[in-house]
């Protein structure tokens, strides 16, 4: 099967989409044909979504003769000359368009409920974001299919841990992964917060902020960590979570939405909202640290990239059929 992939989004950014796709093009078992609109920054955001989506990229899957086109985000053609489909990892934009930037709010208000419904099938990265497409989007629930996210090897307790005592975060600074919240919790808590990830939007900085970092050194943080302080305010799923449990360490993350999804009970669940319940729910991962760490070895074990493959390779041959 001969399938065209976008990965422009590589350009973009670095956190849990890119990851996603580049443990597609590792696995997945058919013809890859890679499409790009390439440049990173402002400017190359608003030609590529303004003209390459929407006219670049259906050219380009004509001429390469695809049986199907893969858009690895909801920004995509809004008509496709071949079976398009499109992974949606959230709908945040939608949910809270004021932690985002004007031109995504535009685009995705205008374009994304477009995307959706020229997609002959649509992935959700969890039940969570399933549940969202069909109450903000109307998508019929037989064209979604749910497919969970994996983890990646280098993510497990073996391995090197970074020294210090201190709580983790990570996450791109951006308003919705409240982060001014997490530092207070930690303060509260008397733990030193370390924040790795991308430099975001939104003007959110945070004392202890280490940058974009290779995945040896995020695994090293993680094995590190009394435990994961993850109290976003939404979340299509929350790769973070899989990964610190993958690595024997305690989450505290979000009660509701995916996160409480992805965890399974492995985690100690607070409200986002609260500072105060974020400390107390470090608190309580420190005094359950073994149970946790067991907790989590065991609800990773239903997650895998190559499952994640080989289900997405069925939705292809659905989409071609």
């Known amino acids: 099967m001969r399938v065209g992939l976008d990965v422009s989004p590589l350009d973009q950014t670095r956190a ?81 368009p004021e932690t985002f ?40 629930e037989p064209k979604i299919r749910v ?21 983790l975060a990570v996450a791109t600074l951006e308003p919705r992964k409240n982060l001014e919240r997490a530092r207070e919790a930690a303060r509260i808590a008397g733990l030193e917060l370390r924040v790795a990830g991308e430099r975001g939007w939104g ?44 690595c024997g360490t305690p989450v505290v993350t979000s009660l509701g939405g995916a996160t409480e999804e992805v965890a399974g009970g492995a985690a100690v669940l607070v409200d986002p909202r609260d500072s105060s319940s974020i400390a107390a729910g470090i608190a309580e991962a420190e005094s359950r640290r073994d149970e946790l760490r067991r907790l989590g070895l065991a609800r990773v074990q239903a997650f895998g990239w190559e499952r994640a493959a080989r289900e997405t390779v069925e939705v292809y041959r659905e989409a071609a059929a």
């Not at 709010?105 to 990265?125: E, G």
């Not at 497919?147 to 709580?167: E, K, L, R, T, W």
């Not at 995020?218 to 993958?246: D, T």
């Open 16 to 96: 849990g989409t890119a990851r996603y796709l580049a443990q597609l093009e590792g696995l997945v078992d058919v013809e890859l044909v890679r499409l790009a609109f390439r440049g990173r920054g402002r400017a190359a955001t608003v030609v590529r979504d303004a003209l390459w989506y929407p006219l670049g990229l259906p050219r380009r899957a004509r001429r390469s003769r695809l049986e199907v086109l893969h858009c690895p985000t909801f920004r995509g053609p809004l008509s496709s000359p071949v079976p398009l489909v499109v992974t949606v990892h959230d709908l945040a934009v939608l949910r809270h």
């Open 203 to 246: 003007g959110v900085g945070v004392d202890g902020w280490v940058g974009r970092i290779s995945d040896d050194e995020l695994a090293a943080l993680y094995r590190g960590a009394r435990c994961l302080v993850y109290p976003s305010l939404y979340e299509g799923f929350g790769l973070p979570v899989l990964e610190s449990m993958a």
């Open 101 to 140: 930037n004007l031109w995504t709010r535009r685009y995705s208000r205008l374009c994304v409920p477009r995307v959706v419904q020229a997609a002959r099938k649509v992935i959700a990265v969890s039940e969570f974001t399933k549940g969202e497409l069909i109450a903000l989007l109307s998508v019929p």
């Open 147 to 167: 497919i969970p996210n994996g983890i990646a090897p280098v993510f497990s307790p073996d391995g090197p841990a970074a020294a210090g005592v201190y709580v």
